[in-house]
Protein backbone atom coordinates (compact mmCIF):
# COMPACT_ATOMS: atom_id res chain seq x y z
CA UNK A 1 0.00 0.00 0.00
CA UNK A 2 2.87 2.19 0.77
CA UNK A 3 5.06 3.99 -1.23
CA UNK A 4 8.85 4.13 0.42
CA UNK A 5 11.99 5.65 -0.97
CA UNK A 6 14.62 4.04 -2.83
CA UNK A 7 17.63 2.15 -1.21
CA UNK A 8 19.71 5.96 -0.56
CA UNK A 9 23.47 4.34 -1.83
CA UNK A 10 21.42 2.69 -5.04
CA UNK A 11 19.94 6.15 -5.72
CA UNK A 12 23.33 8.24 -4.97
CA UNK A 13 25.44 6.25 -7.28
CA UNK A 14 23.31 6.21 -10.29
CA UNK A 15 23.52 9.97 -9.68
CA UNK A 16 27.35 9.94 -9.69
CA UNK A 17 27.61 7.65 -12.95
CA UNK A 18 24.45 9.58 -15.00
CA UNK A 19 27.25 12.97 -14.14
CA UNK A 20 30.13 10.54 -15.39
CA UNK A 21 28.81 9.18 -18.63
CA UNK A 22 27.63 12.73 -19.08
CA UNK A 23 31.16 14.47 -19.04
CA UNK A 24 32.34 11.37 -21.09
CA UNK A 25 29.79 12.06 -23.45
CA UNK A 26 30.54 15.96 -23.65
CA UNK A 27 34.06 15.95 -24.44
CA UNK A 28 35.54 17.62 -27.86
CA UNK A 29 38.80 17.71 -29.32
CA UNK A 30 41.65 20.13 -27.97
CA UNK A 31 41.48 22.94 -29.99
CA UNK A 32 37.48 23.00 -30.98
CA UNK A 33 35.96 26.22 -30.63
CA UNK A 34 33.24 24.22 -28.77
CA UNK A 35 36.29 23.11 -26.01
CA UNK A 36 37.34 26.60 -25.37
CA UNK A 37 33.49 27.58 -24.76
CA UNK A 38 32.96 24.78 -22.53
CA UNK A 39 36.41 25.32 -21.07
CA UNK A 40 35.36 28.46 -19.91
CA UNK A 41 32.06 27.27 -19.30
CA UNK A 42 33.16 24.52 -16.96
CA UNK A 43 35.56 27.19 -15.30
CA UNK A 44 31.95 29.00 -14.21
CA UNK A 45 30.62 26.19 -12.99
CA UNK A 46 33.56 24.99 -11.00
CA UNK A 47 33.54 28.75 -8.98
CA UNK A 48 29.70 28.12 -8.66
CA UNK A 49 30.18 24.80 -7.34
CA UNK A 50 33.02 26.08 -4.57
CA UNK A 51 30.57 28.21 -3.11
CA UNK A 52 27.83 25.95 -3.67
CA UNK A 53 29.35 23.11 -1.30
CA UNK A 54 31.20 25.21 0.71
CA UNK A 55 34.22 22.93 2.10
CA UNK A 56 34.43 21.09 -1.19
CA UNK A 57 36.80 22.69 -3.43
CA UNK A 58 36.66 20.25 -5.91
CA UNK A 59 34.13 17.88 -8.19
CA UNK A 60 36.68 15.20 -6.65
CA UNK A 61 36.32 16.11 -3.33
CA UNK A 62 31.91 16.74 -4.03
CA UNK A 63 31.90 13.16 -5.00
CA UNK A 64 33.83 11.90 -2.43
CA UNK A 65 32.00 13.02 -0.12
CA UNK A 66 28.60 12.20 -1.63
CA UNK A 67 30.24 8.47 -1.59
CA UNK A 68 31.50 8.91 1.78
CA UNK A 69 27.85 9.97 2.67
CA UNK A 70 26.49 6.66 0.99
CA UNK A 71 28.65 3.98 2.19
CA UNK A 72 28.09 5.80 5.39
CA UNK A 73 24.35 5.44 5.52
CA UNK A 74 24.86 1.66 4.47
CA UNK A 75 27.19 0.88 7.14
CA UNK A 76 25.22 2.65 9.98
CA UNK A 77 23.65 -0.41 11.35
CA UNK A 78 27.28 -2.06 12.12
CA UNK A 79 29.07 1.06 13.32
CA UNK A 80 29.50 -0.17 16.62
CA UNK A 81 31.14 -3.13 15.49
CA UNK A 82 33.62 -1.98 13.28
CA UNK A 83 36.76 0.16 13.77
CA UNK A 84 36.75 3.02 11.04
CA UNK A 85 40.54 3.62 11.02
CA UNK A 86 40.69 0.20 10.39
CA UNK A 87 38.49 0.07 7.27
CA UNK A 88 39.97 3.32 6.20
CA UNK A 89 43.34 1.23 6.34
CA UNK A 90 42.27 -1.34 4.37
CA UNK A 91 40.62 0.93 1.78
CA UNK A 92 43.75 2.90 0.93
CA UNK A 93 46.02 -0.17 0.97
CA UNK A 94 43.84 -1.58 -1.78
CA UNK A 95 43.61 1.44 -3.59
CA UNK A 96 47.11 2.08 -3.45
CA UNK A 97 47.81 -2.07 -4.47
CA UNK A 98 49.82 -2.70 -1.31
CA UNK A 99 49.61 -5.95 0.30
CA UNK A 100 46.86 -6.58 2.22
CA UNK A 101 46.40 -8.09 5.46
CA UNK A 102 44.20 -11.03 4.43
CA UNK A 103 43.96 -12.95 1.32
CA UNK A 104 40.69 -13.30 -0.16
CA UNK A 105 39.69 -16.37 1.71
CA UNK A 106 40.67 -15.24 4.95
CA UNK A 107 38.24 -12.35 4.38
CA UNK A 108 35.11 -14.46 3.03
CA UNK A 109 35.55 -16.33 6.28
CA UNK A 110 35.38 -13.44 8.84
CA UNK A 111 32.75 -12.03 6.65
CA UNK A 112 30.71 -15.39 6.97
CA UNK A 113 31.51 -14.83 10.78
CA UNK A 114 30.53 -11.27 11.26
CA UNK A 115 27.46 -11.95 9.36
CA UNK A 116 26.74 -14.32 11.52
CA UNK A 117 26.98 -11.69 14.64
CA UNK A 118 25.07 -9.18 12.46
CA UNK A 119 22.30 -11.35 12.22
CA UNK A 120 21.78 -12.54 15.59
CA UNK A 121 22.25 -8.96 17.00
CA UNK A 122 19.75 -8.11 14.71
CA UNK A 123 17.38 -10.64 15.95
CA UNK A 124 17.55 -9.81 19.30
CA UNK A 125 16.93 -6.32 18.98
CA UNK A 126 14.15 -6.97 16.53
CA UNK A 127 12.48 -9.28 19.10
CA UNK A 128 12.82 -7.26 22.23
CA UNK A 129 11.52 -4.12 19.54
CA UNK A 130 8.77 -6.06 18.45
CA UNK A 131 7.81 -7.87 22.34
CA UNK A 132 7.98 -3.26 23.35
CA UNK A 133 5.77 -2.25 20.04
CA UNK A 134 3.08 -4.95 21.04
CA UNK A 135 2.52 -4.25 24.55
CA UNK A 136 2.72 -0.32 23.67
CA UNK A 137 0.57 -0.89 21.08
CA UNK A 138 -1.80 -2.56 23.61
CA UNK A 139 -1.83 -0.51 26.08
CA UNK A 140 -2.83 2.34 23.71
CA UNK A 141 -5.66 0.68 22.42
CA UNK A 142 -7.03 -0.34 25.46
CA UNK A 143 -6.94 3.44 26.57
CA UNK A 144 -8.33 4.86 23.25
CA UNK A 145 -11.33 2.38 22.95
CA UNK A 146 -12.50 3.87 26.30
CA UNK A 147 -12.97 7.56 24.84
CA UNK A 148 -16.34 8.23 23.15
CA UNK A 149 -15.80 9.20 19.96
CA UNK A 150 -13.89 6.38 18.96
CA UNK A 151 -15.35 2.64 17.35
CA UNK A 152 -13.70 -0.40 17.57
CA UNK A 153 -14.98 -3.22 15.26
CA UNK A 154 -15.17 -6.99 16.49
CA UNK A 155 -11.77 -7.26 14.76
CA UNK A 156 -9.79 -5.08 16.76
CA UNK A 157 -9.91 -1.99 14.46
CA UNK A 158 -10.52 1.32 16.00
CA UNK A 159 -12.11 4.17 14.06
CA UNK A 160 -13.35 7.81 14.57
CA UNK A 161 -15.97 9.71 12.25
CA UNK A 162 -14.17 13.08 11.69
CA UNK A 163 -16.49 13.61 8.25
CA UNK A 164 -19.54 11.68 7.32
CA UNK A 165 -19.73 11.81 3.74
CA UNK A 166 -23.05 11.07 2.10
CA UNK A 167 -21.58 8.65 -1.05
CA UNK A 168 -21.39 5.32 -1.54
CA UNK A 169 -19.25 2.59 0.72
CA UNK A 170 -16.71 0.36 -1.19
CA UNK A 171 -16.23 -3.20 -1.69
CA UNK A 172 -13.40 -5.67 -0.97
CA UNK A 173 -13.26 -5.98 -4.54
CA UNK A 174 -13.43 -2.15 -5.30
CA UNK A 175 -10.35 0.09 -5.47
CA UNK A 176 -10.59 3.43 -4.01
CA UNK A 177 -9.08 7.32 -4.32
CA UNK A 178 -7.68 8.12 -1.47
CA UNK A 179 -5.98 11.32 0.40
CA UNK A 180 -4.01 9.82 3.28
CA UNK A 181 -1.48 10.43 6.60
CA UNK A 182 0.03 7.52 8.01
CA UNK A 183 1.77 7.55 11.46
CA UNK A 184 3.15 5.86 14.06
CA UNK A 185 2.07 6.66 18.08
CA UNK A 186 4.78 8.69 18.43
CA UNK A 187 3.13 10.64 15.64
CA UNK A 188 6.26 9.75 13.51
CA UNK A 189 4.46 9.92 9.44
CA UNK A 190 5.34 7.30 7.33
CA UNK A 191 4.00 7.80 4.67
CA UNK A 192 1.58 10.58 3.35
CA UNK A 193 -0.42 11.45 0.13
CA UNK A 194 -0.37 14.93 1.08
CA UNK A 195 3.29 15.28 1.06
CA UNK A 196 3.63 14.19 -2.58
CA UNK A 197 0.53 16.52 -3.43
CA UNK A 198 -1.54 13.67 -4.90
CA UNK A 199 -4.31 11.03 -4.20
CA UNK A 200 -3.53 7.57 -4.24
CA UNK A 201 -5.71 4.69 -5.67
CA UNK A 202 -5.20 1.70 -4.14
CA UNK A 203 -7.30 -2.00 -4.75
CA UNK A 204 -8.81 -2.69 -1.39
CA UNK A 205 -7.98 -6.17 -1.87
CA UNK A 206 -4.23 -5.74 -1.66
CA UNK A 207 -3.87 -3.30 1.32
CA UNK A 208 -3.36 -4.28 5.08
CA UNK A 209 -6.78 -5.59 6.50
CA UNK A 210 -7.36 -3.15 9.06
CA UNK A 211 -7.05 -0.42 6.11
CA UNK A 212 -9.54 -2.02 3.94
CA UNK A 213 -11.61 -2.92 6.74
CA UNK A 214 -11.62 0.92 7.99
CA UNK A 215 -12.36 1.98 4.38
CA UNK A 216 -15.18 0.02 3.68
CA UNK A 217 -17.05 1.44 6.63
CA UNK A 218 -16.44 4.89 5.02
CA UNK A 219 -19.17 6.72 2.39
CA UNK A 220 -17.16 8.52 -0.40
CA UNK A 221 -16.80 12.33 1.29
CA UNK A 222 -15.94 11.31 4.20
CA UNK A 223 -12.74 11.45 6.11
CA UNK A 224 -11.75 9.16 9.16
CA UNK A 225 -9.38 8.51 11.86
CA UNK A 226 -7.99 4.57 12.01
CA UNK A 227 -6.13 2.69 14.55
CA UNK A 228 -5.09 -0.30 13.29
CA UNK A 229 -3.44 -3.04 16.02
CA UNK A 230 -0.25 -4.60 14.44
CA UNK A 231 -2.35 -8.03 13.89
CA UNK A 232 -4.23 -6.67 11.11
CA UNK A 233 -1.48 -4.71 10.18
CA UNK A 234 2.33 -5.48 8.73
CA UNK A 235 2.29 -7.98 12.13
CA UNK A 236 5.99 -9.22 13.59
CA UNK A 237 7.62 -8.51 10.44
CA UNK A 238 6.69 -4.79 10.28
CA UNK A 239 8.44 -3.47 6.53
CA UNK A 240 11.90 -4.96 6.62
CA UNK A 241 14.49 -2.12 5.97
CA UNK A 242 11.11 0.41 5.13
CA UNK A 243 10.10 2.93 8.79
CA UNK A 244 7.37 0.29 9.93
CA UNK A 245 8.47 -1.50 13.41
CA UNK A 246 7.70 -4.77 13.86
CA UNK A 247 4.21 -5.23 15.66
CA UNK A 248 3.43 -1.45 15.06
CA UNK A 249 0.45 0.06 16.01
CA UNK A 250 -0.53 2.12 12.59
CA UNK A 251 -2.40 5.74 12.79
CA UNK A 252 -4.05 6.69 9.60
CA UNK A 253 -6.19 9.22 8.42
CA UNK A 254 -7.77 8.63 5.40
CA UNK A 255 -10.26 10.76 2.65
CA UNK A 256 -12.29 8.92 0.59
CA UNK A 257 -12.94 10.55 -2.51
CA UNK A 258 -13.72 7.94 -5.22
CA UNK A 259 -15.04 4.43 -5.89
CA UNK A 260 -13.06 2.98 -8.69
CA UNK A 261 -13.86 -0.11 -10.41
CA UNK A 262 -10.73 -2.49 -9.90
CA UNK A 263 -8.21 -3.72 -12.49
Known amino acids: MMHFPRNTFARNTAVCMIAVSALLAAGCKPGDKAATDKSATAATDKADATSKYPGLATEKDQASYMVGMAMAKQLEPMKDDVDLDVMMKAIKSTFAG??????????AEIGATFGEKMQAKQMAKMMGESKKNLADGQTFLAANGKKPEVKTTA???QYQVLTEGKGAKPKATDAVRVHYKGTLLDDKTFDSSYDRNEPAVFPLSQVAPGWSEGVQLMPVGSKYKLWIPSSLGYGEKGTPGGPIPPN??????VELLEIVKAP
Open 155 to 157: SGL
Open 98 to 107: EKLLINEEQA
Open 248 to 253: ATLVFE
